[in-house]
């Protein structure tokens, strides 16, 4: 009987990092774990032991990484807000914690968002498309010419950097205006709560209140300016919309209506869909990555 193919893929998240094995294709049930973050020997401890606990030999490690990542060197350039992680070799630090050296790859988080897509989502079919990720922070992908673009010093896609509104808004970035917190903010502020005690999803619930309503718009506007500013430079065949909030039913309907405010709009009128994967997309596209990067596969598919 042949062996089944074993693939760990990591999801390494600011607060926790998700785990799971890809058996010949096949994802199982996740675990997850508090991410360390009071150094690095327990960052990598806490990795090495969930290989070590895995009841059969793994033949591959996936990881999926916040921040700049150079996949040629395999080293974190940064990390988002694990600074413990800025400029390591992921990879060969991870070794030097493993019983037996495991060929292991690393790549972006938001790049292996756009991946699980292009494998097994809504964009199976596409050569060009971006993603936007929406969450505690905003980032992104390209995915153009059958390939993610990753740019010469591993930046590209960074699509929360843009600036939108410099007249009035000086130097800020689409993540100031766009990620999750600012909807909690702004709700805050308005109703004279404490942040901590919104859930900004549930904002999408009391759309018939006035005073909620021009909070959600105000931030829609920001969010179809930036896939406007996107598709301009781009020209996509979609825009693909990930993180929880964009599960929400209304979300699509607002958006493309605040597009349709955009006088150029009608110029470009790119299809923006919601992303398939939401809660696995970093796992399936780490998984994807390890297998089109390290086993050079142009296409694995995930049942």
């Given amino acids: 009987m042949t062996a089944k193919k074993r693939i760990l893929a990591f999801e390494i998240g600011t607060f926790f990092t998700r785990y799971v094995v890809f058996e010949d294709g096949r994802m199982g049930i996740p675990g997850t774990i508090a991410t360390p973050v009071d150094g690095e020997e327990p960052f990598y401890q806490a990795l090495a032991h969930i290989v070590s606990k895995q009841r059969a030999p793994l033949d591959g490690i996936a ?54 897509e292009k494998l097994s989502g809504n964009a199976v079919k596409l050569d060009d498309f971006a993603l936007i990720t ?36 000086g130097f800020h970035t689409m993540q100031d205006y766009l990620s999750t917190i600012v909807l909690a903010e702004e709700y805050a502020k308005e109703f004279d709560v404490p942040t901590g005690s919104i859930v900004p999803a549930t904002l999408f619930h009391r759309l018939d209140e006035p005073r909620v309503r021009k909070i959600v718009d105000r931030w ?10 996107i598709v301009a430079v781009a020209d996509p065949e979609c ?14 309907p607002l958006v493309n209506a605040a597009l349709d ?43």
């Fill in 63 to 116: 990881i999926s990484v916040p921040g700049f990542i150079d996949t040629e060197k395999q080293v974190a350039v940064t990390a988002g807000a694990l600074s413990i992680l800025y400029g390591h070799e992921i990879v060969r630090k991870l070794q030097g914690y493993l019983d037996d050296p495991i060929p292991t790859w690393m790549e972006n988080d938001a790049n292996c968002a756009a991946m699980a």
């Fill in 261 to 303: 405010k955009i006088p150029q709009w009608s110029d470009f009128h790119t299809v923006v869909k919601r992303c398939r994967h939401t809660n696995n997309a970093g796992l399936i596209g780490a998984y994807y990555a390890f297998e089109t990067e390290v086993e050079g596969m142009e296409k694995v598919p995930i049942r």
């Fill in 239 to 252: 825009v693909l919309l990930g993180g929880g909030i964009c599960r929400e039913q209304q979300l699509l």
């Fill in 220 to 229: 829609i506007d920001y969010l179809a300016i930036g896939i406007f500013n």
């Fill in 134 to 169: 929406i969450d505690s922070g905003v980032g992104g992908a390209l995915f153009l010419d059958g390939r993610i673009r990753r740019g010469k010093d591993w930046r590209a896609g960074e699509l929360g950097m843009m600036i939108p509104n410099y007249e009035t808004g």
